[in-house]
Structure formats: C-alpha cells, structure tokens
C-alpha cells in the first residue's frame, strides 16, 4: 500500500513561502528588495493595522513588461540570473525568484505595473496563488503592488502575527535599513495615512540617519576613514558613534554587504575589536558599515532571506573592519561633552515610541583586542589631547578640573586616569607576556564545591597566566607563585576573586591577559576620595597626555567629561 505522495503544487508553494514570509515585515522587505533593483528613485510603503489589513508598496521603476506580469508569479522565475554561475557576479538583491509567487500562495494580491517600453500597462488579481483577473490598464511608468488578507488561506499562521505595534515595528526597522543605505532614493512610509519616514533621497548617507534615528545620535557619529589595506577587492564605508554611545546589545550594529543588509558575526565582532578598550566588554556602539566586495568573494545563497551571508577570506575582511574602526576612533576627538538633551527630534524611531536602549552596565572585564599588538602603540598622534597643565584644581577629592587649549572645561576622574596610564605601562613592559613571582608564603584558598569545580577544569589555563596551582586531595588547592604584575597588591580574598575572574572569561588568552593587566593597574592606581597635591595632579594629566588611548580606563569607563566653553556660554545666556 502506497505511504509516499507527491504534493499538490498548491501545498507545496504554501510550505515553501514560511521559508521567505512569515511576517508583513517580510513582505514589505522582500517588496522593496524589487523595487531598487527595477531602478526606483521613489518608493512608498503604505500599511494598514502593522500590515494585517494591507501593504501597499508603488515605485518608479522601470515596471515589468505585459509578458512577463505572470511569468513574474511563477515559482524560480527571475531576471536575475540565468545559470549557476551567475551568482559569482550577482549586483541584485534578489535572484531566487521567490518572492512574489510565496506572497501569492498565501494572500489575496493586486499588481499593476507599466514597463518603461510600453504604453499600457497591465493589471493582475491573484489570490492563493490562483490568477483570478488580468486587464489592461491606463498607468505611469513602475509598479504597485497591494497585498491584503495576509495567511488568509493558512488560519494556523495567522496566529502567529503579533499585535500591531510590533508589526509596525519591524516594518519600520525595514524600511529604515534600505533608506540608510539607498539615500538616493526617496523612501515613504505610511501608516494608516499617518507619514512615519520621508527621507529626501539626496544621496547622502548621514541624512537618513539624521531622519531615522535623530540628529542627536548623528552628533556623536564619525565618518569611518577609508583603508588602504588588503583584501584590494573590498572597501569599507559608514559612520561609528563615539564611545559615550553605547548600548547593551548588537541591535544598532547595522552591517551591509555590497548594499545588502546582513547579520554578519565577522563584521559585528571587527566592530568591536576596533573599539578596543575604548568601550565596556557587554557595551556596543551605534555603527552603519557598509563593506563592498567583489560577489565573487561572498556566498549569499545560504537561505532564502539573505540575511546569512559567508565571506571566503573572513580574516582578511575581519581586519579590514577592525583597522578602520580603530584608525578612525584613534584620529578623533573622543572626549565626552555635557550638553542637554535636544528637543523636537522626531525620528521614525521616536514616532512610535519605541523603547530604547539602556547603557549597559560597566563590566570588570573587557576584551584585549588589539592592545598588545606593538604596532599600534608605537606611534601616537601629537597634540590628541590638548589639556593645558594649569591651572588644575581637585573637586571631591576625586576628580581634577583643567582647561583644554579651546578653553573648553575638562573634569578627569583622577582614579580612571592613573588606571588607564598604568596600564599601558604594564602592556608597555610586559607585552603579551607573563612572569611568575613566588610567593613566600603558599596561599590555601577556601573553596566552595562549585570553585573547586571550575579549578580543576581550568588548572592548565591558570598556569599558562602565571599561577603556580596545585591540588592537595580532592577538596583544595595551593598557590605558590602568582602573576608577578599582582605582587605586593592582592589580599588572599582578592586572589581568589582575581581567579574566579580569569576562569568566567570566556576569550581568548590576550583576553585572559588583559583582565590580569587590568586589575593590578586598578590596584595600584590613586583611588577616588584620595586627595592630590598639585605636583601629584600636574603629573597625572601629563602622564594621561601621553598615553595611546586616553579617553577611556582599560574597562571601558571614560577617564574624562567635557563642558565647551560655548555651551557655559549658552548656560549663562551670553549667545
């Protein structure tokens, strides 16, 4: 008795659109994806209810021809590609030939589209998949496609349509990550009649930032500097915030490859590395990044959403990233100003009222990253940190008020400082290595079960970073030589922390290395409430001058605040 059938095409193309829709977001995505590669310079988005009731989305494209309307419908027809080995130079965002035929199979559509060779235009009515209408029709040059009673013929999923801000929500993500990295074309959308983006589509990137997200975050955005650097078949552009931007998550790392928006590891973790210590281990940056590379380099072809993507040399793309980050945070002014939050901005972001991101909390641990890399502290630009070296004076014990040569106020948490200068003294003296110093007594550490646990599981790495450990039975340890940068610094209780630190951090041994750097330089630093004679603070700003990354302490935390003189000017109504 037969078990195995064949499935009717209608089921089959039912099955297949959860692979390309399983939300309004996802329709109009893969919508727009059409109307850039038809050449729109204008694209209105409208919804109804997050996109239940309808999606409306008109372009000025070049249209599609009378014989292709349906063909357009029919499941693998594109005009994309041709063979296989057209991937390796695919310029388009779509290829597969997917798109509107799962649309079809799960909705009630409307098209009508004129191509730019003909006089008429042509009109279709499809509902689940079926043609039920085609006419012709009196039109403009482009196209407009309407998509109504989404999942109408799949009652299980339209349970799975969350409620209407949500929706809305992700529509307006979409709608953002093409308007920032298409800004020559003039994007709209509408919801309910109520406009919510309207970019000029004056081709300048930071425009449609400055409209999506608000001018206040494009204040603190820097132009990432161009590299000269290998691989020659890729270049990188876009705009990173300065490190008092930061968030708790990945969300605002916006990656695009060859103008296609990706979730991409590699370039998410470059980001960071170019950060360095610049930011908080679990803190993230605003970031757009556009990376262009020859599509032979890049498998796109790895789901039918396209937001996987693999690149063949991810090393060389990695460091790419990670240099230019770097070199252009290094050339920056990166010293946070207090200023008062601005008013009246009413980006896409803010329509809705969409919550944001809170700063994530300061970690005691952070990524090594670059910073024992020789190379990038033998050089270090002259006059970065302009702080004069008096007047200076000490507020709560704690913080030291200078003048920058602008007259701007400079106010220095004097603990922050010292760490980050000794710091770089221990990466400066030790590099990537780590001696031992013997302890004169061996320290027995009181363990519970889950630390003497995680010991035995880590006892070759706690050797490989100066720790001379050695298990006494099967319920205790001895120590008999630490880490020579700790020496005369850690209690017995701090050494068993500074372990239990070491064995949580999950990189790689550099960062194993920076968390040992860290907090003997936090140990041996001047401490908040401690007061400083003017030689001590005269000193400490000199030292600070000339460090390689002055900004921030090797945690993340900034080591300095500025309040221009033009905002006291304001402040005090003088402009």
Known sequence: MRQIFVLEEQTIGKIAAGEVVDRPASVVKELIENSIDAGSRHVVVEVGNGGRDYIRITDDGSGISDDDAELAFEKHATSKIRRIEDLAYLQTLGFRGEALP??????????????????????????????????????????????????????????????????????????????????????????EENPIISTVGRGKMLDA??????????????????????????????????????????????????????????????IKRGYSSLLPKHAYPFAVISLS??????????????????????????????????????????????????????????????????????????????????????????????????????????YIIALSEEDDVIVIDQHAAAERINFEKLVGKYGGRIDKQTLLRPHMPELSPHQLYVLRENEKMLRDMGFDIERLGDDSYVIRAIPV???????????????????????????????????????????????LSYESMRELVAQLKSTKIPYTCPHGRPTMIRLSKEEIEKRFKRR
């Open 209 to 270: 930032i400055v409209n999506a997200y608000g001018s206040s975050v494009a204040k603190e955005l820097i132009e990432l500097k161009a590299q000269n650097a290998p691989p020659p078949h890729a270049t990188i552009s876009g705009y990173i915030s300065r490190p008092s931007v930061s968030y708790g998550t990945k969300k605002h790392l916006f990656t695009y490859v060859n103008r296609r928006f990706v979730r991409s590891e590699v370039m998410e973790k470059a």
């Open 293 to 398: 590379i020859d599509p032979s380099e890049i498998n796109v072809n790895i789901h039918p959403k396209k937001h996987e993507i693999r690149f063949y040399d991810a090393d060389d793309i990695f460091q790419l990233i990670a240099n230019a980050v770097f070199m252009t945070l290094r050339h920056a002014d990166l010293i946070p100003e207090v200023v008062q939050r601005e008013k009246g901005i009413a980006a896409a972001v803010d329509f809705l009222s969409f919550p944001r991101e809170k700063k994530a909390p300061i970690s005691l641990q952070t990524s090594f990253q670059g910073e024992l890399k020789e190379e990038e502290f033998k050089e270090k630009e002259e006059g970065s940190l302009t702080i004069r070296s008096a007047p200076l004076y000490q507020v709560l014990d704690s």
């Open 485 to 531: 940068v700790f020496h005369g610094m850690l209690g017995e209780e701090e050494l068993t922390d500074v372990i239990m630190r070491l064995v949580e951090e999950s990189g790689k041994k550099e960062e194993r290395i920076k968390v040992l750097f860290s907090t003997a330089a936090c140990k041996a630093s001047i401490k908040a409430g401690e007061k």
């Open 102 to 191: 799962s649309i079809a199979a799960v909705s009630r559509i409307e098209m009508s589209t004129r191509h730019e060779c003909e006089d008429f235009g042509t009109h279709l009515k499809i509902e689940g998949g079926v043609l039920k209408e085609r006419r012709r029709i009196t039109r403009g040059v482009g196209t407009t496609i309407e998509v109504k009673s989404l999942f109408y013929n799949l009652p299980a999923r339209i349970g799975t349509i969350k409620s209407k801000p949500t929706e809305l929500r992700h529509i307006v993500e979409v709608c953002i990550h093409y308007a920032v990295i298409y800004p020559e074309i003039k994007f709209e959308l509408i919801h």
